[in-house]
């Protein structure tokens, strides 16, 4: 019998401490499978900062490394340059990179670093209980929120993806999700390509993709999906941001 689908070696056989419904499982998965078929794992170094992924070291099959909040992209950037031939990716919440990391990420990109960036927004800070993040939608009720985002007291969300694809070293910037099977298979793309790019040299690839969080957000995880679907999609597009090898065709 033909074999269709099999774990990928990218991830080890162990449990996880995701919540039941939670996305963080599919995006490993993928960014696992991308490096398994690229040929890369025994070459790639990952790095997770503090958020729900904070043990992601616990899941991947390849060197990873933590870092202090918001700074995985500075460690990244110091492995990058110490050991140029490998490859190294961070994977960081919208909490992490978009709060206390905004700068990291910011300059990172300015600058054009030849590293990979999974960005995972799931409009909250997941970790530590569900208090409004800058990506929290206008509205949206959190515990730091409970009357909603209020956006004449609180500003409003930022989107990251299209702050950094304006920025010259940023070589690829794209959105996606894992709320179907469609846009997982996207997301897939999205994520490989983002590792072929760095693999190439080109620069600082970007990869944001839209999660869920039913246990902060209060909802199944099937009314999960749908919310991101009416609330998050809408407020965040999905597609390409910025792609210098379609620049380049043209």
């Not at 963080?24 to 025994?42: F, K, N, Q």
Request: proline share 6%; glycine share 10%.
């Amino acid at each position: 019998m033909a074999v269709v689908f099999e774990p990928t070696k990218g991830l080890l056989d162990v449990p996880t401490h995701y919540c039941p419904g939670c996305t963080h499982g599919i995006i490993h998965r993928l960014v696992a499978e991308s490096l398994e078929e690229l040929g890369v794992i025994d070459k790639t170094i990952g790095v997770a900062p503090v958020g729900c992924s904070v043990l992601a070291y616990n899941y991947f099959a390849c060197d990873m490394h933590e870092a202090a909040h918001g700074r995985a992209p500075a460690v990244a950037t110091g492995i990058k340059r110490s050991l140029p031939d490998s490859v190294v990716f961070t994977y960081q919440g919208d909490g992490d990179l978009a709060a206390i990391g905004t700068a990291e990420i910011v300059h990172a990109a300015a600058r054009g670093e030849k590293i990979t960036t999974i960005f995972v927004n799931n409009c909250i800070y997941g970790m530590t209980g569900g208090q409004m993040a800058p990506t929290t939608l206008p509205g949206q009720v959190t515990e730091t929120s409970p009357y909603g985002r209020d956006v004449k007291l609180q500003g409003h969300p930022i989107r990251v993806s299209e702050m950094l694809s304006t920025l010259d070293g940023a070589v690829y910037v794209e959105r996606v999700s894992v709320d179907s099977v469609a846009n997982v298979l996207k997301a897939k793309k999205a994520i490989k390509k983002a590792f072929e790019l760095q693999i190439e040299g080109k620069g600082f690839t970007f990869v944001e993709v839209l999660s869920i969080c039913p246990t902060n957000w209060g909802l199944s995880p099937r009314e999960s999906i749908k919310w991101l679907q009416d609330n998050m999609i809408p407020y965040y597009p999905l597609g390409v941001k910025k792609d210098i090898t379609q620049q380049e065709v043209k």
